[in-house]
């Protein structure tokens, strides 16, 4: 059984702070996305990251996953409230099967106005 | 238009009942899934379809049993559901492994 550990898993701040959650694991895997969760609704995917080492920015959100393949991490610059939501990851493993994916416990992010 | 649909939205039951969660896709995609979201936000996978043939059954009580009539619908159906089966359900669909999950807006169970 994997280890996926999501950290923190609460995270409270202020509009126009920064922050970074992580997503880290023992095992490689050949991809990883991140999804963000909306309250009372379905996770949406926000970017997959394939490449050790890959940076990828999705307008405030800058993804990262790790050069092992191992961990991601996620950091958003000057966070606002529509910014707030359970984000998820969800690594692929290699030799995927059927698209299955496990995902971590997630970190939810509050951000207040 | 609604990409991945699930009825109910919302569903109260007394523990015993027998209870069917719908979901419908009409992004064409071959693959369903059920996720299981617990009070602690985890989301864990239950079955996949694929083409309407089971792939993957993870360690789910026989009470649940999943059914696929054509590849753009996937129902769950819970036989003599448990306090333990609260939860919230989600359907999920994908084009292939690895790719984009695109999942409905969930149902919450709660059985009393």
């Known amino acids: 059984t994997q280890l996926l550990e999501q950290s923190p898993q609460f995270l409270s701040i202020q509009e126009g702070e920064n922050l970074t959650v992580y997503c880290n694991s023992s095992?490689?895997?050949?991809?990883l996305q991140w999804y963000r969760q909306e309250p009372g609704e379905g996770p949406v995917l926000l970017v997959t990251?394939?490449?050790?080492?890959e940076v990828k920015k999705l307008k405030r959100l800058t993804f990262q996953f790790g050069d092992a393949r191992k961990d991601s991490s996620l950091h958003i610059t000057a966070a606002q409230p529509g910014d707030t939501g359970l984000y998820l990851c969800?690594?692929?493993?290699?030799?995927?099967?059927?698209?299955?994916?496990?995902f971590g416990q997630g970190t939810e992010l509050s951000v207040k106005p | 238009d609604t990409a991945v649909s699930q009825t109910p939205k919302y569903l109260v039951t007394q523990m015993g009942n027998d209870k069917s969660i719908k979901c419908e896709q009409n992004?064409?995609?071959?693959?369903m899934y059920w996720y299981k979201q617990d009070s602690k936000k985890f989301l864990k996978i239950m079955f996949s379809y694929n083409n309407k043939e089971l792939i993957i059954n993870e360690t789910v009580p026989n009470r649940f049993s999943p059914k696929s009539p054509d590849k753009a619908h996937l129902n769950l159906h819970i036989n003599s559901l448990e306090l333990g089966d609260s939860a919230v359900y989600f359907c999920?669909?994908?084009?292939?492994?690895?790719?984009?999950?695109?999942f409905g807006p969930g149902t919450r169970l709660t059985v009393t």
């Open positions: 990251v394939v490449t050790g080492g």
């Open positions: 095992s490689v895997f050949s991809s």
């Open positions: 999920a669909s994908t084009s292939g492994g690895g790719n984009e999950q695109y």
């Open positions: 992004l064409g995609h071959d693959t």
């Open positions: 969800a690594p692929a493993r290699l030799g995927n099967q059927g698209g299955k994916l496990i």
